[in-house]
């Protein structure tokens, strides 16, 4: 046997274990979600993943026994599961290993793979077939660490249906059920999961039974019900623009994609002795109900249902993008060495500048990650930060920078900073109406603050250069 590790990882009982890791992951998990397919991934990767670490340290039991080791370690532990998590986002991008004892009962597999170490295939293509798995493997191991998904919640369709207010919902933990409800018998005091379907889209208008003369509309990308009355038309209920505008901000996912849509989708009314009860499919706010006594209320969304307690206060500060303070860090920093630049204008100062721009932004992202932090981002960025700023200074002082010119630098990256923020600030505050207002004021704050610092500099170099030629 002339190689064999790659014998191993290339033996077909592997080659079995890498597909059905695969093809478990990314197929029979979003299907059909549950133990059976969990279990199923621990198996495999228990049969995959110490071929595959013996490539590396060609020690086969000493492979196994790492492999035992690890996954007792991440699947008992905090610790553990916390640096797996870390070790697969290094190599997979954002991802979370959760512990959970349970998955023990695979651990008895290994001996199948310490058999298949034993046993290996003699046939001449197991290099060949090696070489296509090698790749593969990796992939499968990799892909079992990733993030499950999180999609906003989302009303988007209300009915009454044997006279249960049904309401039909989607989001949440992915791969999961793409669509789920709620219902309620008591006039939405209380809400139970429902498998009843829901016409979809529902309707956007509707009558209170027996009442032709009183009906109730959505009006088309608002959080907005409209009664007839009195021969028109009259707002029942509504949400300002301005604070629909920051119920989308607070709505928002990290993944635009996966943004759900903050208004009034369908509307139902459900008639009951004494009154009625009207109720709103609000996206991801949820839902809007007017009780029998023709109050209206915004429900958000509960552990089984919906409550008003839930719903996002409306005076609560509005939450901007979590990257806007790092684009203002970084664009501060870039205005005050830019300016700086201007006066010392030598090219090594440039590349210094560009290295320390870089460093501050590796290590802002280093340690602002999902899954704890990103060690690699974080040692890189404390290589580079030190490098250019060392280099920056030794460039600047033998270019004679005058105090005062270092002074505005300075002076322009920290108004540069609180100028883009400030916009944010007013808007979370409620003082700006719209978060596409605070967004346009950032910009155009921050380009006038960062030119104005650039021009400072520009003059006090040009009144230095007269000075220093009378001198000579």
């Keep these: 046997m002339r190689n064999p590790a790659l014998a191993w990882i290339g033996h077909p009982l592997t080659v079995i274990a890498v597909v059905v890791l695969l093809l478990n992951d990314h197929l029979f998990k979003p299907l059909w979600p549950g133990v059976v397919t969990g279990k199923l991934s621990d198996v495999a990767g228990l049969i995959v993943a110490p071929p595959l670490l013996n490539l590396l340290i060609r020690r086969p039991h000493l492979s196994i026994l790492l492999t035992g080791t690890v996954f007792g370690l991440v699947k008992t532990t905090a610790a553990g599961a916390a640096l797996a998590s870390q070790a697969w986002t290094l190599v997979w991008g954002p991802s979370l290993v959760l512990a959970d004892p349970t998955d023990l009962i695979a651990l008895p597999v290994l001996y199948a793979t310490w058999w298949i170490w034993n046993h290996p295939d003699a046939r001449a293509v197991r290099l060949a077939r090696a070489v296509v798995v090698i790749p593969l493997t990796v992939l499968a191991v990799a892909a079992t660490g990733q993030v499950e998904t999180f999609k906003p919640y989302s009303a988007h369709a209300v009915d009454v249906i044997d006279d249960m207010i049904v309401v039909a919902t989607r989001g949440g933990r992915q791969p999961g059920p ?10 939405g005091n209380s809400w139970s999961s429902s498998a009843i379907p829901v016409p979809s889209p529902s309707k956007t208008s509707a009558c209170v039974p027996g009442r032709p003369d009183r009906c109730y509309r959505t009006v088309a990308t608002r959080l907005k019900v409209e009664e007839f009355r009195n021969g028109r038309w009259a707002t029942a209920w509504e949400i300002s623009p301005g604070d629909q505008d920051r119920l989308a901000r607070a709505y928002a996912s990290e993944r635009p994609e996966d943004t759900e849509v903050v208004a009034s989708l369908g509307i139902a009314i459900q008639k009951l002795p004494g009154g009625y009860v009207v109720v709103v499919a609000n996206g991801a706010d949820g839902i809007a109900l007017r009780d029998i006594s023709g109050a209206w209320h915004r429900l958000g969304w509960a552990e089984r249902g919906f409550d008003s307690s839930s719903a996002v206060s409306l005076t609560a500060s509005g939450r901007y993008d979590d ?25 090594g100062f440039a590349v210094a500048a560009l290295t320390l721009w870089v460093g501050v932004g590796l290590f802002y992202s280093g340690v602002n990650t999902a899954v704890l932090f990103n060690p690699v981002a974080v040692l890189l960025a404390m290589a580079l930060v030190p490098a250019g700023a060392t280099t920056m200074v030794m460039s600047a002082v033998r270019g004679e920078t005058p105090l005062r010119v270092w002074m505005v630098s300075t002076t322009t990256a920290v108004v540069t900073y609180y100028a883009i923020m400030m916009p944010f600030y007013a808007w979370s505050a409620g003082w700006l109406g719209y978060y596409s207002l605070a967004s346009g004021l950032s910009i155009a704050l921050g380009i006038a603050t960062a030119s104005a610092g650039t021009l400072a500099v520009i003059k006090l170099k040009d009144h230095e250069t007269p000075e220093a030629e009378s001198g000579r």
């Design 178 to 187: 793409a669509e789920t409800g709620f219902a309620s018998g008591d006039a």
């Design 323 to 347: 990257s806007i303070p790092m684009a203002a860090l970084m664009a501060a920093l870039a205005a005050g060495l830019v300016a700086l630049g201007c006066d010392v204008r030598r090219s």
